[in-house]
């Protein structure tokens, strides 16, 4: 039903910045709530961020709270994480994912659908 690529992923030293996007496409678009993972080599996959279907209730790991922001394009449902103030542990494959039943936004169980997946490398 729902199709999300992501995009943006790249290499950049620790304090810098990198925006990923989240382009979805698909049937009842609008209804689905979108998350970011991020998955490191040998962890686990953990929550990130999420936004809601109109963009009204957004939630954040703390690790990455104040220096990463979601935000959504109501134009086209796009989702974007922009992260600032990059540091090595934020290093991992980053997913996007939608959901149409969310309510904590960070547990990965709560999604039904996933991208492919793009690769963040902060190193110095």
């Known amino acids: 039903q729902l199709q999300l690529v992501e995009s943006g992923g790249g290499l950049v030293q620790p304090g810098g910045s990198l925006r990923l996007s989240c382009a979805v496409s698909?049937?009842?678009?609008?209804?689905?709530?979108i998350g970011w993972f991020r998955q490191a080599p040998g962890k686990e996959r953990e929550g990130v961020s999420c936004i809601g279907n109109v963009g009204d209730y957004t939630n954040y790991a703390d690790s990455v709270k104040g220096r990463f922001t979601i935000s959504r394009d109501h134009a086209d449902m796009s989702v974007y994480l922009q992260m600032n103030d990059l540091k090595s542990e934020d290093t991992g494959v980053y997913f996007c994912?939608?959901?149409?039943?969310?309510?904590?936004?960070?547990?990965?169980?709560?999604?039904?659908?996933w991208g492919q997946g793009t690769q963040v490398s902060v190193s110095s």
């Open positions: 698909g049937t009842m678009v609008t209804v689905y709530t």
């Open positions: 994912a939608a959901g149409w039943n969310v309510a904590y936004g960070l547990n990965a169980t709560e999604y039904n659908y």
